[in-house]
Nanobody
Framework: QVQLVESGGGLMQAGDSMRLSCAASGRTFSNGAMAWFRQAPGKEREFVSAIRGSAGTTYYADSVKNRFTSSRENAKNTVYLQMNSLKIEDTAVYYC???????????????????WGQGTQVTVSS
């Protein structure tokens, strides 16, 4: 049984940094895709970032580019999302998602991912 467990969320102030972790068990995704999505109250789930394939190619939403960084530690089957210069609008529940076959053209489509974590709340205050 595949499980994704996120950790690292909490209450931060604008401008702070935070790192989220997502540990996978039950299957290795080092050659697949692991992604981060987020959902704010009253809004649809949106793509944040992903890391894909054995080369670890990374993808970012425009809203987080140059502020967030995805990385992967294959030995721990874990991905990280380093979030810098946090903004109030980054407040959301952050979800980790994974799958083995995600075309790069659809890397930001949540329908491409069969495995999801339970989510972790990130709240950024002024």
């Amino acid at each position: 049984q595949v499980q994704l467990v996120e950790s690292g969320g909490g209450l931060m102030q604008a401008g702070d940094s935070m790192r989220l972790s997502c540990a996978a068990s039950g299957r290795t995704f080092s050659n697949g895709a692991m992604a981060w999505f987020r959902q704010a109250p009253g809004k649809e789930r949106e793509f944040v970032s992903a890391i894909r394939g054995s080369a670890g190619t990374t993808y970012y939403a425009d809203s987080v580019k140059n502020r967030f960084t995805s990385s992967r530690e294959n030995a721990k089957n874990t991905v990280y999302l380093q979030m810098n210069s946090l903004k109030i609008e980054d407040t959301a529940v952050y979800y980790c998602a994974a799958d083995l076959l995600v075309p790069w053209l659809r890397i930001g489509d949540p329908r491409e991912y069969n495995y999801w974590g339970q989510g972790t709340q990130v709240t950024v205050s002024s």
